[in-house]
């Protein structure tokens, strides 16, 4: 087989099969007439692209053929691109191949330059996907290889995970809600010299005030009423392993002062005990909240923050992690797919545009949810942006290249004059323009002089 890569042309004019043979010398180009031709093609070669005319015998005349057939290339390749060709101003079977998951249309007669630009254009959405794919079906063999990421900033802080995962330093670690902190907190220990060991995890917001301590540090028998036998609590439970007490800034301040004897001494008494019990754990928080400004209230310790932020490790949003969200996405489908066996396989279009153009306020998590439910909403193979309710998101809104440039300008003099502590001439340096240039850009959006 050769190395170019490989277009199907299911076409029944023989006129039709030569010109486009004859165009598309960079591809392998297979040739079919009919349905039983193409789907033996399909077969024998796996085209990645696929160009389709919807009128194939025995319909030569209708779309019934066509449309059958690409239900069912995409039945048995659901990855496959394929572009139908649809009659003059047969607009309403483009549509319907569209919804049927077709990659793309074009109308007859045949502009060689347009479909050439079609066919190049879904190559290339093929290769992409199918380095997703590949990335995605890489065996967690690392026990960070369950942290789905590809950008910078996030392949960072896996990195800096790995490295603290081998000490014993208290980690903390810091982002927004559904930004990844439980993966990474068992990431952490799975990486770590503790992963035969134990994971416990402890919300410490979901656990009311007054048997946060119980469960905690555990209860001998009778030490309160209903205490009818002597448990263990979490601490105890992650001996030799990881404990991880998330949400760590809700813990409230007389169970901060326990818990830091705890973390100095290394021994709990029990509720109603009176007993010091060593206990070996390594201690991994998380927490939502500005622990700094906290301490500043009065509502979070100062010496215990510095006992569990031995190092801290911020996670970035999802929407400051360059591609991740779509890369997320088809994992997120891959894992969900099989709660609805036969739904759909891919996102399209509108999908795509609407994942990588959300603000993710909800980040990993929001998109987990999305994600889900596109996949029961879904009507046809491919999800749309309306399948995951982002349809009417104000990201989406198309606006004037005139405005959208106008607000990309205003934050990056914003940040400029930010990050040089208000002095012009250093921001115009660092935007690379002349400083009467940056003068006239102020005053043209708006931007007060700093003081
Ligand atoms: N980088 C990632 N790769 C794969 N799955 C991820 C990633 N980040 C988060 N997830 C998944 O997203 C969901 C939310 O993540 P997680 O519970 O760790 O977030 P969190 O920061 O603890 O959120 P919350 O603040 O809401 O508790 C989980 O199902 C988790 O498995
Ligand atoms: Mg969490």
């Known amino acids: 087989m050769s190395e170019r890569p490989r277009l199907l042309v299911v076409e029944d004019d023989p006129g039709l099969q030569r010109q486009l043979k004859w165009a598309y010398e960079a591809y392998e180009v297979l040739l079919a007439a009919d349905r039983p031709g193409a789907l033996a093609a399909l077969e ?20 019934s053929e066509g449309l059958a057939l690409l239900e069912e290339i995409l039945a048995r390749r659901p990855h496959a691109k394929v572009i139908v060709a649809s009659g003059h101003g047969d607009r309403e079977s483009a549509r319907r191949a569209i919804a049927l998951g077709a990659f793309d249309f074009y109308q007859k007669p045949i502009d060689i330059d347009e479909l050439g630009f079609i066919v190049g254009r879904a190559f290339h959405v093929a290769n992409l996907e199918a380095e997703n794919r590949r990335l995605q079906a890489r065996t967690p063999d690392t026990p960070l290889g369950a942290i789905v990421t590809g950008s910078p900033e996030m392949l960072k802080v896996c990195a800096m995970v790995e490295r603290v995962a081998a000490t014993n330093v208290s980690v903390l670690l810091l982002g927004a809600s559904g930004t990844g902190k439980e993966v990474l907190a068992r990431a952490l220990h799975a990486a770590s010299p503790r992963a035969a060991g134990p994971f416990v995890a402890i919300n410490c917001a979901a656990i009311p005030e007054n048997l946060l301590e119980a469960e905690l540090f555990g209860y001998e028998r009778g030490a309160f009423t209903g205490a009818v036998k002597t448990t263990e609590g979490k601490i105890e439970l992650a001996k030799g392993g990881t404990l991880f007490l998330d949400e760590v800034g809700d813990i409230p301040l007389p169970l901060q002062v326990k818990l830091l004897r705890f973390i100095q001494e290394r021994v709990i008494e029990r509720v109603g005990g009176r007993r010091s019990i060593p206990v070996d754990v390594r201690i991994v928080c998380a927490t939502h909240q500005n622990l700094k400004a906290m301490i500043a209230d009065g509502r979070f310790r100062e010496d215990l923050f510095y006992r569990i932020a031995e190092v801290t490790i911020t996670i970035p949003p999802l929407k400051d992690r360059p591609g991740d969200a779509l890369l997320l996405a088809h994992h997120f489908l891959q894992k969900h797919a ?5 739904g759909p396989v891919r996102f399209g279009p509108s999908a795509v545009a609407a994942i990588n153009l959300h603000s993710w306020p909800g980040n990993v998590r929001e998109l987990e949810n999305r994600v889900k439910r596109a996949i029961i909403m879904a009507d046809g193979p491919a999800i749309t942006a309306e399948d995951l309710d982002l349809a009417d998101s104000p990201d989406l809104r198309p606006v004037p290249l005139k405005e959208a440039r106008a607000q990309s300008d205003r934050r990056a003099i914003l940040a400029a004059l930010a990050a040089s502590g208000g002095s012009v001439s250093q921001a115009a340096r660092a935007l690379g323009i002349s400083r009467p240039t940056l003068y006239d850009l102020m005053r043209e959006l708006g931007i007060d002089q700093p003081a």
């Open 338 to 342: 099989g709660q609805r066996p036969g």
């Open 44 to 63: 024998a070669a796996d085209p990645p692209v696929v160009t389709l005319d919807l009128g194939l015998p025995p319909d030569p005349d209708g779309v």
